[in-house]
């Protein structure tokens, strides 16, 4: 016997089994934890995949007998490449890497505005099948967010990853120290779109104008409280990459050499 809850949209009660639960994601709001859960549990799918197809040439590459020798050799050189000419360039790039960053987040609260007012526009001319656009706008921004933008960030943050089989493990995990600020912050940036979703959803879908004033209310302070979160949080991490992660890197590369 399939276990059902209900979920009220519309007014009217629409009954789904546990299979469909996931579903309801894309058209029923949810809490701030829920999202939260859904958006970590989506975000490692994706890296795991991400890692997966980066690995998988890896695993018939035959480095031959002298494996350590020329290893070690390689990273010498990667060593005083890294230390002679990518720190003084790493060291200047702040800016655009905060901006790079802070975009990115951005762009994933600003989408719902621009894709309900689009669908609001053209639903004018069709009063009747008001909630129907509505809610096709809530759909298609969340389907958005979660499988263009999160998948493409994933894609640029951990493009790298077969450096795992390429650096020491120490280094290779030194290298992604921001990370530990700058994961979260991409992860609030996808939860908060999904929230300010429902927030738009909930001024369009009402006629009431009054009630619409209120939620507009609603969405602009919270809007204007996700930003400034992660404007601090990609700052931080900006900070980081730019001027501590070189360091430590370098520090890391020089401890594994002296215990060669």
């Not at 390689?74 to 790039?93: E, F, S």
């Not at 989408?111 to 639903?123: D, E, M, Q, T, Y």
């Amino acid at each position: 016997m399939k276990e059902e809850i209900s979920l009220i949209w519309s007014g009217k009660i629409l009954n789904v089994n546990l299979f469909e639960k996931f579903l309801s994601f894309f058209y029923v709001q949810q809490s701030f934890w829920k999202y939260l859960f859904y958006v970590i549990l989506l975000f490692s799918i994706f890296i795991l995949l991400n890692f997966l197809f980066q690995a998988i040439p890896f695993q018939s590459i035959d480095f031959g007998n002298n494996v350590s020798f020329n290893k070690t050799a390689a990273l010498v050189d990667m060593y005083h490449d890294y230390v002679q000419n990518q720190i003084p360039d790493i060291k200047n790039t702040f800016l655009k890497i905060f901006l790079n960053n802070f975009t990115s987040g951005f762009s994933m609260l600003i989408l719902p505005i621009f894709i309900f007012v689009v669908f609001f526009v053209i639903g004018i001319k069709f009063q009747d099948q008001k909630e129907s656009f509505v809610l096709s706008a809530s759909i298609i921004s969340k389907m958005i967010i979660i499988f263009y933008f999160m998948f493409t960030f994933i894609a640029n943050t951990f493009s790298k990853l077969y450096y795992i089989f390429i650096f020491p493990r120490s280094v290779f995990l030194v290298s992604y120290i921001h990370g530990l600020i700058e994961i979260p912050a991409m992860i609030l940036s996808v939860t908060f779109s999904l929230l300010l979703i429902d927030s738009a959803y909930a001024i369009f879908i009402h006629s009431n104008i009054a009630e619409a004033k209120i939620q507009i209310k609603i969405f602009v302070k919270d809007f204007i409280i996700y930003i400034t979160i992660l404007a601090i949080l990609f700052a931080i991490a900006a900070f980081i990459e730019t001027q501590i992660t070189p360091y430590l890197v370098q520090a890391t590369f020089e401890d594994y050499f002296r215990h060669l």
